[in-house]
C-alpha cells in the first residue's frame, strides 16, 4: 500500500506560481509512474501532467504546456508539480496519483484516472483574478 500526501496549495493571484508536493510512503515509489490531476467544482478530473517512474519522460497537458512542469526525486519519494503564470481557470483541488503497472505506458493511458491505483487527498489550488 501506498499512502500519497500532497501539499504546497493555497491562495495566489494571477500570474504567480506555487509549487506543489507529493510525499509518497512505501520503498517501491520509484517504480511507480505518477500523475497531477485536477478537479474544479462541476467538472470531471483532468490530467495534468504525468511523468515516469525514471523521471525520463513526461506528459503535459496542453492547457497548462509551458506555464507547468513535473518533476520526481526518487531519494525523496516525492514528485513535483511547478506551476507558473497560473491562471483563475486554473482554480481546481490537485491530486497526486500513483500507477503501479509495469512497462511504457501511452498518453492515452496516462491520462486516464481509472489507471492510477494510489491517490491522495488532494490540496487546493485558488488564483484569483
Known amino acids: 500500500q501506498v499512502q500519497l500526501v500532497e501539499s504546497g496549495g493555497g491562495l495566489v493571484q494571477a500570474g504567480d506560481s506555487l509549487r506543489l508536493s507529493c510525499a509518497a510512503s512505501?520503498?517501491?515509489?520509484?517504480?511507480?509512474?505518477m500523475g497531477w490531476f485536477r478537479q474544479a467544482p462541476g467538472k470531471t478530473r483532468e490530467i495534468v501532467s504525468a511523468?515516469?517512474?525514471?523521471?525520463?519522460?513526461?506528459y503535459i497537458a496542453d492547457s497548462v504546456k509551458g506555464r507547468f512542469t513535473i518533476s520526481r526525486d526518487n531519494a525523496k519519494n516525492t514528485v513535483y508539480l511547478q506551476m507558473n503564470s497560473l491562471k483563475p481557470e486554473d482554480t481546481a483541488v490537485y491530486y497526486c496519483?500513483?500507477?503501479?503497472?509495469?512497462?511504457?505506458?501511452?498518453?492515452?493511458?496516462?491520462?486516464?484516472?481509472?489507471?492510477?491505483?494510489?491517490w491522495g487527498q488532494g490540496t487546493q489550488v485558488t488564483v484569483s483574478s
Open positions: 511523468i515516469s517512474w525514471s523521471g525520463g519522460t513526461t
Open positions: 512505501g520503498r517501491t515509489f520509484s517504480t511507480y509512474a
Open positions: 496519483a500513483a500507477d503501479k503497472s509495469l512497462g511504457a505506458k501511452t498518453t492515452n493511458w496516462v491520462r486516464s484516472a481509472n489507471n492510477y491505483d494510489y
